[in-house]
T-cell receptor
Framework: GENVEQHPSTLSVQEGDSAVIKCTYS??????FPWYKQELGKGPQLIID?????GEKKDQRIAVTLNKTAKHFSLHITETQPEDSAVYFC????????????FGIGTKLQVIP | GAGVSQTPSNKVTEKGKYVELRCDPI?????LYWYRQSLGQGPEFLIY????????DSGLPNDRFFAVRPEGSVSTLKIQRTERGDSAVYLC??????????FGPGTRLTVT
């Protein structure tokens, strides 16, 4: 089955700086890579996703990159704000319609004002 | 519109008891998923439904766990003879045909 590794497990940045979270996956059949933000006591919230037919996607201060050959994908947050503080999860999902999502262990991001 | 809702938000039960956790998906979403999240971990897949049938139940840890979705909308996760190791947050997600999953707030289950 799929295995998703994520690092770092914790990340502290100063407000306004950038944050980068990196993930690798093992199953070459995976072709959809969502990123979730989870605040304390809440369910994961989908913030951005990328499919294997593109290498990069951007949405305001958030961008994701995908290297399918190396099975790497990353989340980049620019101009971080205190409200970006949360746990971020990368995930991978196989093709073929509805499939289970395999999550990474999560990165706890702290943005210091 | 309304998101995925889960009830109860918290459930405390004694070891050995039976519990039911409910999920109301987003209207029109045909796929529904259950995950379990332990402290400090990512969600782990349990089961998913396409319509009324369980299309993949490979993540259910043992036969004490069972889930139903009789009318293709609301789903119930049922746990028999609960054990302390079952304590976790149980998350439900629903998905439209495009595949992205939208999660509910979860039910925190504590087995004492």
């Amino acid at each position: 089955g799929e295995n998703v590794e994520q690092h770092p497990s914790t990340l502290s940045v100063q407000e306004g700086d950038s944050a980068v979270i990196k993930c690798t996956y093992s199953d070459s059949a995976s072709n959809y890579f969502p990123w979730y933000k989870q605040e304390l006591g809440k369910g994961p919230q989908l913030i951005i996703d990328i499919r294997s037919n593109v290498g990069e996607k951007k949405d305001q201060r958030i961008a994701v990159t995908l290297n399918k050959t190396a099975k790497h994908f990353s989340l980049h947050i620019t101009e971080t704000q205190p409200e970006d503080s949360a746990v971020y999860f990368c995930a991978a999902q196989a093709s073929g319609g509805y499939q289970k999502v395999t999550f990474g262990i999560g990165t706890k991001l702290q943005v210091i004002p | 519109g309304a998101g995925v809702s889960q009830t109860p938000s918290n459930k405390v039960t004694e070891k050995g008891k039976y519990v039911e956790l409910r999920c109301d998906p987003i209207s029109g979403h045909t796929a529904l998923y259950w995950y379990r999240q332990s402290l400090g971990q990512g969600p782990e897949f349990l089961i998913y439904f396409q319509g009324t049938g369980a299309a993949d139940d490979s993540g259910l840890p043992n036969d004490r766990f069972f889930a139903v979705r009789p009318e293709g909308s609301v789903s119930t996760l049922k746990i028999q003879r609960t054990e302390r190791g079952d304590s976790a947050v149980y998350l439900c997600a629903s998905s439209p045909t495009s595949g992205e999953q939208y999660f509910g707030p979860g039910t925190r289950l504590t087995v004492t």
